[in-house]
Nanobody
Framework: QVRLVESGGGLVQPGGSLRLSCAAS????????MGWYRQAPGKQRDMVAS???????NYADSVKGRFTISRDNGKNSVYLQMNSLKSEDTAVYFC??????????????????WGQGTQVTVSS
């Protein structure tokens, strides 16, 4: 298991920047994928960005070129640098860790772990 704690949210004006941090309770070296999701009021939770243990990244189209995800295995942390923020980025942002559990040489299932979320509000 892993516990995740997000920080860095807040109120920012349109065009501004924020950096979210996610601290894990254990080493993230063995965690296959870590990511950031967000959920606006009345909407579903959507993937924002993800990064694999090998460093491959994936972004939602709406944040490409503005957001950057990174991980620091030595600090058991994942970060989301958000630039050129827009009002539509307003949401609660959740950190996610996806652990792959192998029960045979080639078969596995995945467990998802979530942080408590941090509010990001983009408004003038």
């Amino acid at each position: 298991q892993v516990r995740l704690v997000e920080s860095g949210g807040g109120l920012v004006q349109p065009g501004g920047s924020l950096r979210l941090s996610c601290a894990a309770s254990r080493s993230i070296n063995g965690i296959d994928t870590m990511g950031w999701y967000r959920q606006a009021p009345g909407k579903q939770r959507d993937m924002v960005a993800s990064i694999t243990s090998g460093g491959s990244t994936n972004y939602a189209d709406s944040v490409k070129g503005r957001f950057t995800i990174s991980r620091d295995n030595g600090k058991n942390s994942v970060y989301l640098q958000m630039n050129s923020l827009k009002s539509e980025d307003t949401a609660v942002y959740f950190c996610n860790a996806r652990l792959r559990i192998y029960y045979s040489a080639s078969r596995y299932y995945e467990n998802d772990y979530w942080g408590q979320g941090t509010q990001v509000t983009v408004s003038s």
